[in-house]
Every structure is written in C-alpha cells, then in structure tokens.
C-alpha cells in the first residue's frame, strides 16, 4: 500500500483509504489527541456491508488520523483494518481531480434521488487502480464485498 502526506511529513502519496475497527468489541474510540487520554470523540465501527466507515486522513507513530462521519481524529492503529482499491503495480490508476472530490456510497433505502456522500478527498488523492465504469458511463465503481462506492467520471482522470 502506498503511504500518505500528513502533518508536514512527506511521504509517497496520497491515497484514498477506507478505515474500520479490527477489535474484539467491534469499535475503537476516535480521540481528540493521539493520546489514550485523549477526549472520547466518537467511535469507529467494524466493516458494514462489506465496506468501511471511515478515512484514514494521515498516521502519526502508533496512531491514525481518521475522519468518520463529519469527526476527525485519532484512532489507535493496532485496532484500524484499512481497505483500499490501489495496487500500485504500474496498471492506470484513478485520480480526483478536484478539491474536494466526493466520493458517493450506495443509497440502502432506495429512496434519495442521487447516491449519499460516502467521503471527499483532495485533488490529486489516488482514488484506485482497480475499478470498473458502471453501465450508465456517468460514474466509476469501486466494487466492496456488499456495497459498492462510487466516483463521477467528470471528478477523476484516469492516469497512466
């Protein structure tokens, strides 16, 4: 897996990478600090449909940054799986071309006119080299075990 700008510490790239919680009890505690005393901000979940339920946004030793939902923090790593839809084996590769590029998940009701915001990320954030286009062309799919996420083709190019 390819490693992530955060914090000033300059690494490889950038890479848009699904979180979940690893533990016995089927959460880990989000907090405001990488510190086990650390504020309590919310939790992260383990997988939902075959799919994460946050973002890793950056690491810092022991400890991941996540986004989950409209909270950012940190999440002690031994307890964070992450999933992602890059090899980084020379195949293209999708990137978001856009600030703030959003990232759409399936509609499980069935009743919103368009498909809920799953993430966003950066401009320039590798999105996947293993995706497939859906069968309307509008979008490009990144298959889950159960759901699926979805990118606009217009937000992202598909880079050699």
């Not at 600030?99 to 799953?118: C, Q």
């Amino acid at each position: 897996m390819a490693t992530l700008a955060f914090c000033g510490l300059m690494q490889a790239q950038n890479v848009f990478t699904v979180v979940y919680a690893t533990s016995d009890d089927g959460f880990v505690n989000v907090r405001a600090t990488p510190s086990n005393k650390g504020r309590i901000l919310t939790k992260l979940y383990a997988f939902s449909h075959g799919l994460g339920n946050g973002v890793l946004v950056g690491k810092k030793g022991n400890w991941s940054k996540v986004k989950s939902g409209n909270v950012t923090g940190w999440a002690y790593s031994k307890f964070v799986g992450t999933q992602t839809w890059y090899e980084g084996k020379g195949q293209p590769r999708l990137v978001a071309i856009r600030e703030n590029t959003p990232i759409y998940g399936d509609d499980l009701s069935g009743e919103a006119p368009s498909l809920p915001v799953f993430a966003t990320v950066k401009k320039g954030t590798i999105i996947a080299d293993t995706f497939t286009e859906t069968d309307d062309g509008e979008y490009y799919m990144l298959v889950t075990a159960h759901d699926n996420l979805y990118i606009k083709k217009k937000d992202a190019k598909v880079v050699k």
